[in-house]
């Protein structure tokens, strides 16, 4: 299990929120943690630790009066921190290669290729055409609904038709690089992880996937571990005392350590 970090921005800051609580009418969202220090400061101490693959989220709309300031300190930091982090937030073929050249190893996407609901394929293959499989992590956060969890968009506000399933993972792990799952409903909550999804998803034995959502402790990490069959690796964010949580980042970064250490 990989630690992976993370940096959300909203309304231009690095904040941690409760995740379906995003709105874009207003900007707004409830938030667990504003952060004094810019995001060129949480990228710069995550390659001093020489962890990448972490994740820079934009979590304001192209049309917000935010987006610009949101967008200036995700370029930061990954001109900060250039090929360690991966980037997502109202990526498109039109605007993916900007973020790459700022220094993204990956561009994530949701909303362009799950479109008002609806899977478009032509969008995946624009975007194939555009930064290639090897550049491109496809964000299949989901929240419940019925009888499983569907894909949602939109800064998780829109359900899609698609459900996630092994199936799914299977038909689209052809064309990207790696996965990345918010479970929306436990996000920014710290109360437990979606047992179901990282059972799902530790089943899954394909490209890597990045599980996020209610890690709240290390009992709730090692479930995850557990669950996850030690194929899923893993985002903490409003948990973790860098973001005014109760579980120690360096306890984190040890434990993770220790369990591919344990495995390798």
Known sequence: MRFRPCIDIHNGKVKQIVGGSLRDE???????????QDAAFFAEMYQK????????????????????KTKEQAMLALRTYPGGLQVGG????????????????????????????????????????TVGKEHLVLDLSCRRKEDGYSIVTDRWQKFTDVKLSEKVLDE?????D?????????????QGIERELADML??????PVTYAGGVGSFADLQELKKLGRDHIDVTIGSALDLFGGSMP????????????????
């Open 26 to 36: 207003g900007d707004q969202a409830k938030e667990n943690f504003v952060s004094t």
């Open 49 to 68: 630790d020489r962890i990448s693959g972490g994740h820079v989220i934009l979590l304001n709309a192209k049309d917000s009066p935010f987006y610009e």
């Open 172 to 176: 689209l792990s052809g064309c990207c």
């Open 249 to 264: 980042y360096r306890e984190v970064l040890r434990v993770c350590a220790a369990n591919l250490d344990e495995n390798s």
């Open 178 to 190: 790696e996965f990345l799952v918010h479970a929306v409903d436990a996000e920014g909550k710290a």
């Open 90 to 129: 109202g990526i498109t073929d039109e605007n993916a290669k900007d973020f790459l050249e700022a220094g993204a190893s990956h561009v994530i996407v949701t909303s362009f290729v799950f479109k008002n609901g609806v899977f478009y394929r032509e969008n995946l293959e624009k975007l194939l055409r």
């Open 202 to 207: 530790g089943r899954w034995q394909g490209i």
